[in-house]
């Protein structure tokens, strides 16, 4: 039994660290662009960043599988790199976290940068500091509460994440078992103890995330 627990629980864990970190660095980044950059096409570029938060799960794992099947542009250049195909696999499961967790996080770290006033910003350019200074020792400083929420957000939602994984990684026990699949196929199975024993990690933690972020947002 306590096997049979922990091993969705820590693959969870891992899988929605890594996302993680893959969306808190592609967030600050395209965040710090988007924020005070104006032009053309901007509106469709920001909507597709955010298509993620509203699509079914079902959607996102179908497109997933278009994109990083094994005829599909991403899939046949991983496949080239690596010689074995990504779907089915613990990074199948990390990527599909990650898109659905990308715009809780984009949209953190934007309104933080969008907080920043300019005159700091272009004050340290004047000074002789580059771009990456700037970044690193003004912007990220001053919008370190939007950003440690948005990351806290990220990873609560990457946890959770269950229709594209299943869709794109499967529900492999050991390999992309995650707690949102196993809950499900305890349930079919009727194994009840097992599920309320993983619904009730799920909620403390996620319980735990809200917490930290409304403390932060307070602070």
């Known amino acids: 039994m306590a096997t049979d627990f922990w091993s969705p629980v820590t693959l969870s864990l891992g899988i929605a660290v890594t996302a993680s970190l893959i969306v808190v660095l592609a ?10 950059q104006k032009f053309k ?7 597709v960043f955010l ?21 599909g542009p991403g899939g046949q250049l ?18 599909a976290s990650a898109v659905v967790a990308f715009p809780l996080m984009y949209q953190s770290a934007k309104a933080g940068f969008e907080s920043i006033d300019l005159d700091i910003e272009n004050a340290a350019r ?14 990220v400083p001053l919008s370190i509460r939007a950003i440690t929420s ?32 196993a809950i499900y196929i305890a349930i079919e199975s009727g194994n009840m103890d097992l599920a309320w024993m993983w619904v009730g990690s799920v909620i403390a933690i996620s ?3 809200l917490i930290a972020v409304n403390r932060i947002r307070t602070y």
């Open 27 to 36: 967030g600050i980044f395209l965040g710090r662009i988007m924020a005070h």
């Open 41 to 47: 096409g901007k509106m469709l570029i920001e909507t």
């Open 51 to 71: 298509l993620p938060l509203v699509l079914p799960p079902t959607v996102v794992g179908f497109l997933l599988i278009v994109l990083f099947g094994r005829n």
């Open 78 to 95: 991983v496949e080239w790199l690596f010689n074995q195909p990504i779907m089915f696999t613990w990074w199948a499961a990390v990527i």
């Open 126 to 139: 004047v000074d002789g500091a580059n771009e990456w200074d700037v970044l690193r020792k003004i912007s």
């Open 150 to 181: 948005g990351a806290i957000l990220s990873f609560a939602r990457a946890l959770g994440e269950f229709g594209a994984t299943l869709m794109f990684a499967g529900n492999i026990p050991g390999k992309t078992q995650t707690i949102s699949t």
């Open 207 to 209: 319980f735990l995330m």
